[in-house]
């Protein structure tokens, strides 16, 4: 599975109706709600904002809508062509401007279909996607004096995300690759005298 690193976004027009279609960054399902909300604001003179979303490491929970367009030309095209990526924690939103031609279920699903194409082979060219690789979470505290070593320590991992906060003590979190997360936590043992405990 690939996931998306950053926004991509490109724009199409087909017999003067103009599709702007977005490629989101998006995790959870409360996550794509709020990006469509969103989107439905920013877009407010559109005449439809129609979304499709994979989410899961699997790419097991997905969802769409055509957003007033007749049923299947929409949304559906739009999930089909983002399943068939094999991308997943991405959500789609392809906005359309009425250009006053009535397209046909037919013209709307290649339309749809082809701005989510286009979208998803922008995203692979400017390398958007990229593997995905499973991630957990750390958090540790720590005194300043160890915090030094500590963080020489993170050049030797993938470490990404990465937070501190300086109160009396040194509070750090952060992702690490899953297949590293054994020896991290060994590694930091080892500079601590077991001083510091992963959360």
Same mark, same amino acid.
């Given at each position: 599975?690939?996931?998306?690193?950053?926004?991509?976004?490109?724009?199409?027009?087909?017999?003067?109706?103009?599709?702007?279609?977005?490629?989101?960054?998006?995790?959870?399902?409360?996550?794509?709600?709020?990006?469509?909300?969103?989107?439905?604001?920013?877009?407010?003179?559109?005449?439809?904002?129609?979304?499709?979303?994979?989410?899961?490491?699997?790419?097991? *929970?997905?969802?769409?809508? %055509?957003?007033?367009?007749?049923? $299947?030309?929409?949304?559906?095209?739009?999930?089909? #062509? /983002?399943?068939?990526?094999?991308?997943?924690?991405?959500?789609?939103?392809?906005?359309?401007?009425?250009?006053?031609?009535?397209?046909?279920?037919?013209?709307?699903?290649?339309?749809?279909?082809?701005?989510?194409?286009?979208?998803?082979?922008?995203?692979?060219?400017s390398g958007a996607l990229e593997e995905?690789?499973?991630?957990?979470?750390?958090?540790?505290?720590?005194?300043?004096?160890?915090?030094?070593? *500590?963080?020489?320590?993170? %050049?030797?991992?993938?470490?990404? $995300?990465?937070?501190?906060?300086?109160?009396?003590? #040194? /509070?750090?979190?952060?992702?690490?690759?899953?297949?590293?997360?054994?020896?991290?936590?060994?590694?930091?043992?080892?500079?601590?005298?077991?001083?510091?405990?992963?959360?």
């Amino acid at each position: 599975m690939k996931i998306l690193t950053k926004k991509v976004q490109i724009e199409t027009n087909v017999k003067g109706s103009r599709f702007f279609a977005e490629a989101i960054p998006c995790q959870k399902q409360e996550e794509a709600r709020a990006i469509l909300k969103a989107q439905k604001e920013k877009y407010a003179d559109a005449t439809h904002v129609v979304h499709a979303f994979v989410l899961g490491k699997a790419g097991e *929970v997905m969802g769409m809508s %055509d957003d007033g367009e007749p049923g $299947g030309t929409a949304g559906r095209p739009v999930l089909d #062509v /983002l399943k068939g990526s094999g991308a997943t924690d991405i959500m789609l939103t392809v906005t359309r401007w009425f250009g006053g031609t009535l397209l046909g279920t037919g013209g709307l699903v290649k339309a749809y279909g082809g701005a989510a194409k286009e979208l998803l082979s922008q995203c692979q060219e400017s390398g958007a996607l990229e593997e995905y690789v499973p991630k957990k979470e750390f958090s540790f505290e720590c005194d300043y004096a160890l915090y030094k070593s *500590v963080k020489r320590a993170f %050049d030797e991992f993938s470490i990404d $995300g990465l937070e501190e906060n300086y109160s009396d003590k #040194v /509070l750090a979190n952060g992702r690490i690759v899953e297949a590293q997360y054994a020896a991290f936590c060994e590694r930091l043992k080892n500079i601590s005298a077991g001083a510091i405990r992963l959360a």
